[in-house]
Structures are given as structure tokens and as C-alpha cells.
Nanobody, 123 residues
Framework: VQLQASGGGLVQAGGSLRLSCAAS????????MGWFRQAPGKEREFVAA????????YYADSEKGRFTISRDNAKNTVYLQMNSLKPEDTAVYYC?????????????????WGQGTLVTVSS
């Protein structure tokens, strides 16, 4: 599975962005898809993840109610809608794929990673 993230950019606090992650490979629909982010000087952290069926989504506590993860298996694409953005959301956002039954919220189970897309939120 190869992943290509896009949609990052500069936005003012309170604004919105939608990230996309396009996947190649015929087995995309069987993978758990996740979004992580890494701010300068910090470790990569979990943001959200979604089961292969799209019926269950998981979020980090700080993102609940502001971010929404979704997927379109027909388009081999996963999305992260980010609303009410804050300066502390500034980071490089990565999409990742895990061939697991449970939905991981840590990095090791994710075998495939995209290149990252930079989100900058100005105050």
C-alpha cells in the first residue's frame, strides 16, 4: 500500500481544512486507516483512525468534536475534516495504514505511511 497525503496549508485559528490520503493497492478497503501528527520537537501522536468498514472511528481526546475521519473505499481515499483549528494543531499530518482487526492508536501497528502534509494554524 502506498499513501499520498494532501490538503495541508496555512489557516487562521478557528478555520477548517480537509486532508486527503489517497492509497494505491487493491487491498485498501481491508486496512485500518489512521491519521497522526508530529509537531516540531515532539513525538508523533495519534489523531484519528477508522475501521475498514467505516462504521467505527476513534479520536484522540483533544480532537473529539472538532475532527472527523471518513473513508471512501471506492476511491481508495481517507479524509480528515478539521474544524475549529487551533495554533496547537500546527504539525505535519501523516496518514497510515494498518492490517489489523482492532484499531490501533499507537504508531507501531501501522505498517504503511504517507509522506506527510504540513498544517499551520496562525493565531
Amino acid at each position: 500500500v502506498q499513501l499520498q497525503a494532501s490538503g495541508g496549508g496555512l489557516v487562521q485559528a478557528g478555520g477548517s481544512l480537509r486532508l486527503s490520503c489517497a492509497a494505491s493497492g487493491r487491498t485498501f478497503s481491508s486496512y485500518v486507516m489512521g491519521w497522526f501528527r508530529q509537531a516540531p520537537g515532539k513525538e508523533r501522536e495519534f489523531v484519528a483512525a477508522i475501521r475498514w468498514s467505516g462504521d467505527s472511528a476513534y479520536y484522540a481526546d483533544s480532537e473529539k468534536g472538532r475532527f472527523t475521519i471518513s473513508r471512501d473505499n471506492a476511491k481508495n481515499t481517507v479524509y480528515l475534516q478539521m474544524n475549529s483549528l487551533k495554533p496547537e494543531d500546527t504539525a505535519v499530518y501523516y496518514c497510515a495504514a494498518a492490517n489489523t482487526i482492532v484499531v490501533p492508536t499507537t504508531t507501531p501497528p501501522y505498517r504503511y505511511w504517507g509522506q506527510g502534509t504540513l498544517v499551520t494554524v496562525s493565531s
